[in-house]
């Protein structure tokens, strides 16, 4: 049978739009199809358009989405019912489903997939290939369908079952119609974050326990990536790829020894530069770029969201990830209920003064599964319901310290041609280069083909930053008459 997934584009324009990087949860379930003998495509539309010809030929439908791409998922469920009038079953998974499984079915999803659905994807499949008895949906944990004209909601085991990432393939990255030979693989080595962060759904979504793809499964991952791809820069997705540093240090040791070294980046919190040993493995195993949630330079905010970072000592690890000539990439979230015009300009100019190298100002998102968003609900401050605008560039909610407006100003049309500025890049490269020709690096973790590229990369990220920012604006002016 064929399977086809769609991944919605993104709404807008954003800081990556460039970098074609697929989210990995229907690579991850249709390889599994595959391995169960179905035939497998996945149409990510920020990648290439999907063939509708090859929708409907498709026995199931998958549909993955986050909350911004979800009212472009649920056009797509309405085209395919009452235009092409398609008969096959429509599956939906991802983070905002999770929380709203109801929204879903209400919008014609045939079946919910709430959480990680490694487990209950090839349950259903096993079920819609064999008995489709409703009864057994029952015991089909986290997952929501219909049964006539109500909806259920099938409870999962108490405690939930997280799965065992060892036991899950590799994803066949070729299933992606359109993706080629890619600048960049993404590759996820773990899930779930011991982080009790109020504006985020991460630990609702996979669980408070950190757990991980063992080191031989990693080192697995790239050779068969490497087979395909050759030595292709990969990017870690995890969500704190640094939350045991102790593994990370492992894992960084076997790709150095493996003899797998390339060009690497992911995602860490920024007190991992407390331990420079992780940094310096990281550094010899390729990691030029981290991506760091900073999320402001206000410590009552931080304080209040559930941080637990000081942001007197940002400065100073900063450092430290420059030191090991690791790039990196700050994340930024403003509209805190402390945040005021001041804190945001304070923040522009820190990460200016900082070197960073690039800079994301994101605004607060009350996204659905995040402590926050049932808070700005009870307090009625949300004020657009249009899940396309819950991308991080647009206010959707009423600030405290500062209006609607002002926030969306300071943010997207202020801060962010601040820190793309061509002076900017210009200071920054400067810099860079003096860093690397004064030795003022480690010497013994310097790496000099990698550090050439990073600076590289830094450039090409600015540039593209800088034209992402440009096409952005424009829509801000509608926007700002909407929210007043
Ligand atoms: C890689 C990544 C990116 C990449 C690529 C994203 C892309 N093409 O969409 C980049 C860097 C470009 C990016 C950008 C953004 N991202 Co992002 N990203 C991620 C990250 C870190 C990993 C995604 C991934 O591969 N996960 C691993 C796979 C296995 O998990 P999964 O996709 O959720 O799939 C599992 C289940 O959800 C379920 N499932 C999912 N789909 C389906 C479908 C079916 C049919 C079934 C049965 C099951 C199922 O089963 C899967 C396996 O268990 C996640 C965090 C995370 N841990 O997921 C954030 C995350 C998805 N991103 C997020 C956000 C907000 C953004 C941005 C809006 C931020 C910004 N403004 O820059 C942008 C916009 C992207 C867009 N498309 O519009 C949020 C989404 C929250 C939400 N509710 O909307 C997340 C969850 C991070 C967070 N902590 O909040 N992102």
Redesign the pocket.
Known sequence: MLIV?I??????V????G?R??????P??LTMAQEMGHRAEIY?E?ITPIDWKKVRQAGII?????????PRAYDFINKIRTELRLTAPI??????V??LADEALDHGAD?V?R????L??PM?LEWWTGSRNPQELFAIPDLSFRVGNQNHHAVPNVPRQW?DLDTLPT?DLRLIIGYGKPNVI?L?TS?GCPMDCDF???FA??GRQYRFRSEQRVIDDLRYYDRIYGKTPM?I???NLGANPSRLERLCDSIDVNGLVRELSG?VRLDLARRPQTLAKMSKAGVSRV?IGYESINQRSLDAMGKKLKSAEMHMLTKVFHKHRIAVHS?WVLGFDDDTIETVKETIRSCIRWGIETT?F?IL?P????RLYRRFLDEKRIIVTDWSK????HVTFQPKGMTASQLQVAVMLDAMPQAYNLWQTYKLLLQNNLRTAWGVVNRKTRHPIINLKGNRTTFFARLAGRMAIKKIRPQFTEYLKRIG
């Open positions: 997934g991944e919605p584009q993104a709404p807008g954003h800081i990556f739009s970098a990087i697929p989210r990995l949860g229907l991850l379930l990510c920020d998958c549909i993955s989405s986050i909350t911004s791409t979800i599956l939906i998974g991802g983070p905002h999770t929380f079946y997939f959480h990680e659905a490694d209950s994807f259903w799965v994803p993404p996820i899930r985020c759904s991460e979504m996979f990017f997705a995890d969500d995602q991506f994340m994301q994101l998102v996204i659905p599964g995040a819950y991308d991080g560039h």
